[in-house]
């Protein structure tokens, strides 16, 4: 059974930075491509970032390229979120997410079928 278990969330002033970590167990880590949603109150889930099991493509959103940087180590079976100068727009419960096959990019939340129970972020002006 697929476990992810995310954490580093907390509370911190707009500017300020943060980085997720997500353990994942249960799977060969290193054949699965990875990736970070969000969701904010009231709002849907959305993607943030993925990338690929080798950890040589990655892919963002519009809405934070350039300031969240994905990254994973593969020896740690652990997924990574680096996030730069952080305004309220990121608060939001991050999640991160294992796709549902081996060596097998994705490319909607349908994708990915194991999911962690979610950190918050929580961004204050």
């Known amino acids: 059974q697929v476990q992810l278990v995310e954490s580093g969330g907390g509370l911190v002033q707009a500017g300020g930075s943060l980085r997720l970590s997500c353990e994942a167990s249960g799977l060969i880590f290193s054949r699965y491509d990875m990736a970070w949603f969000r969701q904010a109150p009231g709002k849907e889930r959305e993607f943030v970032a993925r990338?690929?099991?080798?950890?040589?493509?990655?892919y963002y959103a519009r809405s934070v390229q350039g300031r969240f940087t994905i990254s994973r180590d593969n020896a740690k079976n652990t997924l990574y979120l680096q996030m730069n100068s952080l305004g309220p727009e990121d608060t939001a419960v991050y999640f991160c997410?294992?796709?549902?096959?081996?060596?097998?990019?994705?490319?909607?939340?349908?994708?990915?079928?194991?999911w962690g129970q979610g950190t918050q972020v929580t961004v204050s002006s």
């Open positions: 990338i690929d099991w080798s950890g040589r493509t990655t």
């Open positions: 997410a294992a796709n549902r096959a081996p060596y097998a990019l994705g490319y909607s939340k349908t994708d990915y079928g194991s």
